[in-house]
């Protein structure tokens, strides 16, 4: 097992192979547009990622089976480039909102895969109320009770 405190110090199975042990790890899109939409859930003032609601006050996704809607990443070996499609809550920064999608998701990416955000651009389709977006996912939950109705 290697060392876990963070020196340089040598493990076993490096002194066994006499030499490096090559590879090459990757990534999905879709994993780095899910670590991006899960950590999207705590950017206040963000309301809707293309499809995917955001409720701030419990801080998740309603639509959870699929974080990545509305987010668009190009995954290069060492650097991601992030294209999002949002609806801002009224009376919210839009320019505030913003700096903070781009925080959150370079800060993520970075943490779970030592990649470089190098580029976030946010497009804002809508603003919305709170009101308006519980209004839309009262609709969408009629809407989904009468799909499960209909399939039995």
Known sequence: MADQKGTNAPTNEVKETK???????????KVIQK????????????????GGFFSNMAEHISNSDNVTNGIETE?????????????????KDAQEIYEQIKK?????????????VVEVNVHIEDIKTKEEIEQDKKSDEKQSDNSDESDN
């Open 19 to 29: 030499g490096q042990v090559s590879g090459e790890l990757t990534f999905e899109d």
């Open 35 to 50: 670590i991006i939409g899960i950590a999207l859930e705590k950017v206040d003032g963000l309301l809707q990622v293309d």
């Open 75 to 91: 995954v290069g070996k060492e650097q991601v480039a992030v294209d999002l499609a949002v609806v801002v809550e009224y009376r």
């Open 104 to 116: 959150v998701a370079a800060e993520q990416v970075k943490k779970m895969t030592h990649l470089d």
